[in-house]
């Protein structure tokens, strides 16, 4: 049975095909492959596996291969918008702030996610409004902690006297009353005289049918008759329910 002349013909030139692209591979003495292909060659696919492990190289949804370097550490390195030249940023954590276009989100509510009653709430600007805890006291100090409530028809004080030879810090100041009229006022005063009239102002808050807190980091020694005054005013008429308090410690 003859072979067509033609056919043979074609197979000895892929043959030859052949024997060229592998004479044009080399493996390098680190394992990689050189190659030096010249002309056209459709390769539809290939798979790369690790010579010792048989592992298998992986690529992304695009077909690129995705490369471990092992080899180089990089420190940081900024990614830019091709177009624009912009840059990308990233939060406080390091982590990348992406902002998707595919979804315009108009508002959105966070919730406490062991009570879905209590809600985040923001100021006039739109902005988060974070309450943190109040410092925790030292070892080897004694926290103080200063509350007034009731009803109140022009100034109620309420007074601490700073232990002697003791430094009290007052950390925060707290205070809320009724909805009015008109504002109600709690004020923290240093009296350092203890006479009840020579005040240095510490800290005031104006509040109406809400509440607010201001955090400090005030610093007194006591001297037996240093005294704090925790004021509550009420500016409208009548009585109203006023609430004050300030934390803090004493070292």
């Known amino acids: ?19 060229q692209i592998v004479s044009s591979i080399q493996v390098e003495p680190n394992g990689s ?13 290939i798979s790369i596996k690790d010579a010792t492990t048989n592992s298998q190289a992986i690529v992304d ?6 490369i471990k370097n092992d080899i180089v550490q990089i420190d940081s390195f900024t990614i ?16 990348l702030l992406v902002k998707s276009d595919l ?26 409004l974070v309450a943190t805890p109040p410092a925790t006291p030292p070892a080897s100090t004694t926290p103080v902690i200063i509350t007034a409530f009731g009803t109140v028809s022009g100034n109620t004080d309420s007074v601490y006297t700073i232990t002697n030879g003791k430094k009290l810090v007052i950390g925060r100041l707290l205070a ?24 240095i102002l510490i800290a005031t808050l104006y509040v109406n049918g809400s509440s607010d807190k201001f955090d400090l980091s005030e610093k007194i020694t006591g001297n037996s008759t240093h005294k704090i005054i925790l004021r509550r005013t009420n500016l409208g ?11 803090g410690y004493e070292e």
């Not at 072979?3 to 000895?12: A, F, P, V």
């Not at 009353?177 to 009239?197: I, Q």
Request: glycine share 10%; hydrophobic share 35%.
């Open 176 to 199: 809320g009353s009724e909805e009015a009229t008109k504002a109600c006022k709690v004020t923290l005063y240093d009296n350092p005289s203890g006479d009840g009239v020579t005040l």
């Open 1 to 19: 049975m003859g072979i067509d002349t033609e056919i043979l013909e074609q197979l000895k030139g892929t043959v030859t095909e052949l024997k």
């Open 33 to 45: 492959i050189n190659a030096n292909i010249q002309g056209n060659v459709s390769i539809d696919s």
């Open 61 to 66: 949804a695009d077909g690129k291969l995705l």
């Open 103 to 128: 979804t315009l989100i108009d508002s959105f509510i966070i919730r406490d996610s062991n009570n879905p009653l209590l809600k985040a709430s923001v100021d006039s600007s739109g902005r988060l």
């Open 237 to 247: 008429g009548g009585s109203k329910e006023v609430f004050a308090r300030f934390e």
């Open 80 to 95: 830019k918008d091709p177009i624009s030249n912009i840059k990308a940023k990233v939060d406080v954590d390091g982590k």
